[in-house]
């Protein structure tokens, strides 16, 4: 019985990075890796609008860097969090992300967007374009680099 239950959480393992695998092995297969950008703009998306900083955090590497404008860099979950908290605390309610491009590196890959930002009474605040570096993390894909600049004019800071 012991060996059919780890012969079978093996065999799921391996279905389940199955996808992964082919990914790493034929780079023009971009099915894995649009799925993954779909997957973590959906839960960044709803992290925001739920005012969970944290869980925008936890998307992120361990060790992975936020860039955004005006400011110096922000790396690691806990500072990720605390920024993104005074983001989502300053009024900006809603995020949406809109992939435009994606190109795939095997066991990375990176993400071209743009986004619009809303407050409360859904006026728009802020809208801009972004840069994703994707890794993946123990089988996770999760965001090493994030880069965002806004498309309104300097004095509107």
Known sequence: MKKWIFCL???????SSETLLAQMKDPSNKAPVRQAINTLNAKFMQAW???NAEGIAALFTTDGI???PNVASVEGHTAISD???SLISNGASTLKLETVKFVSHGKSGHEIGKYTVTDGNGQSVDSGK???ILGNDNGQWKIQSFIYNSDLPPSMY
Not at 9 to 15: E, H
């Open 9 to 15: 959480s093996m065999s799921l393992l391996f279905f």
């Open 49 to 51: 609008s739920d005012g």
């Open 66 to 68: 936020l860039m955004p």
């Open 83 to 85: 920024f993104f908290s």
């Open 130 to 132: 972004y840069i994703a």
